[in-house]
């Protein structure tokens, strides 16, 4: 009963399709072979197995079905979990409702293209170094969502790490008498600059808990001064985290906290600033300056999804 | 009156040179076409600009010079200090006694061959790569001498950054109530793990005072026992720390607190077990089984700086 779409071999001009699937909706992009944006579509998620499925194939007919000019050479999906490479295998995608799922494998007999699929983050740092337009670039990629997690990619090479981890910077403690975090340590950046633990402290009872407490704060109130301090010091210690373990010329801030903008922004650098002042050391790094924001709707997980895709597709049809 | 020693003149077997230049001692090696030991020496070093000069020159001469059936075809050099690169600019080097000197640019007008300068923890991982067989590998090297800071590399390329900053891990803090730093902030991993503060806290009087702070726990001294458990946890942080941004497969501990051998690794195995007892995240990442140890009087750096010479010397004479 399973519809069946072959976007490989249907007539038309080649792309790479790239798909960010989050918890909510789906955005989905077509390259053509000079990695322009050739189609965009977004659409709602569907959660759980069949739905993770149904969504990307969905799309991918939109883009690439028989009545479109388009075909799918390769498609790259960026989804919020961890990825196994180079099987494709998706475990605790928690938003999706995936536990452990072989999606890279069944999409590949779904689409009859070859399918790489890799954890949203890294795609979003891939996409982030596109955006800026050189390839060939070192940068990290901080996404402050419900969690905290990064995307560092080295002169123009996704870092994965032997399992994956790599970037998981989020429960890296540093408060021994912080506030104890769910993953069973305390302290973790996560606990004070994830928009989860964040809004679960402010208590709001809106969508927008942090713009909330932004807000309050704005106003004067202490416990959201306090609360925005912490935020700050925990980015700015992300931050820092990065370039000194990395030297990275550039730490791109991204996520539904990036949508804070400049209000995000100048807490965190005066929160750098104020550091950088208390020592030489890291004054002569200047990590401030290598502080950027991604804008919002930049569609960066997509486009770095695509480009994910394509780097993958080519290996495994490359001449022997 | 300057001796001239031109080691790539003369007649002989190729060699690549490797020289660590340490605050005290230099060890030097040479290694034929197919990566062996083929000649070292050892002798102490002479600080200052000139003292250097005179220390690198006169090794060189012992392996490569005229009476010797080797030439030298490219010369690497581990620094302790921050190393401009491509230039062989040298900043810092306290322990050498080197403000700021041109060091690469000298040693190759001295030598008659291509000189690659990099900082001695940097080539010590590289070092540490090629000790174990495996080439093109990631790990990283966690360097507890005086201060602490790691070399990370990733499928055989050594990280260096945008400015050679990449693994000053020593200065990340991960306590805002820790102890003062000589850089200028609090609580960085350096004022517990590293062996300069360790011995300003214990305050021994002997030349080993850690060696004497771990005799002292094992007979169950208070003061001890805490300043040898801050330690471990001190390493322990960088080791998840490293792990946790890059997903290296090893974490090799090195430098003159790795003397401790054993003594230390139990004590840090023991932090990092504790810590992923009480969270399923960390214990996932099995830690603990990451952690080696770098064999004492290894030559890893001395081995790291001739490979690390020989790719340089290798690019800049590659035809185009």
New interface residues.
């Given amino acids: 009963m399973t519809r069946r779409f072959d976007g490989a071999a249907s007539a038309g001009r080649p792309v790479r399709v790239g798909l960010d699937v989050g918890g909510s909706k789906t955005e989905a992009l077509a390259l053509d072979a000079e990695g322009r944006v050739v189609a965009r579509h977004r659409c709602g998620s569907v959660r759980g197995p069949a739905g993770v499925v149904e969504t990307v194939r969905d799309a991918v007919a939109v883009l690439c079905g028989p009545s479109s000019a388009l075909r799918a050479e390769s498609v790259g999906i960026g989804i919020p979990g961890q990825v196994e490479a180079p099987s494709g295998r998706v475990r605790h995608a928690v938003n999706l409702e995936l536990r452990d799922l072989d999606l890279g494998r069944i999409l590949e007999q779904e689409l009859g293209a070859p399918v790489t699929i890799e954890n949203d983050v890294k795609v979003a740092a891939v996409g982030a170094c596109r955006l800026r337009g050189r390839a060939a670039e070192?940068l990290a990629y901080l996404n402050l969502g419900t969690g905290v997690a990064?995307g560092?990619v080295?002169d123009g090479?996704l870092?994965?790490?032997?399992?994956?981890?790599?970037?998981?910077?989020g429960?890296?403690?540093?408060?021994?008498?912080g506030a104890a975090c769910p993953?069973?340590?305390r302290g973790c950046i996560e606990t004070v600059a994830g928009g989860g633990a964040v809004a679960r402290r402010w208590g709001g009872i809106g969508d927008l808990p942090v713009l909330e407490m932004f807000d309050a704060a704005d106003r004067g109130d202490e416990r959201a001064l306090r609360l925005r301090g912490e935020l700050a010091g925990g980015v700015a210690?992300a931050v820092?985290?990065?370039?000194?373990?990395?030297?990275?010329?550039a730490v791109l801030l991204g996520g539904g906290l990036a949508n804070l903008g400049d209000r995000l922004r100048a807490v965190v650098v005066d929160e750098l600033r104020g550091?950088a002042e208390?020592?030489?050391?890291?004054g002569s790094?200047r990590v401030d300056e290598r502080l950027e924001m991604l804008p919002p709707g930049s569609g960066a997980p997509a486009l770095g999804a695509a480009h994910v895709g394509a780097e993958v597709g080519t290996v495994r049809t490359a001449p022997v």
Same sequence: chains 1, 2.
């Fill in positions: 070192s990064a560092v080295v090479v870092q994965r790490g032997v399992g994956g981890v790599a970037g998981e910077i429960h890296l403690s540093v408060d021994p008498r993953c069973g340590q210690a820092r985290l990065l370039v000194l373990t990395l030297d990275v010329p550091a208390a020592s030489d050391f890291l790094l």
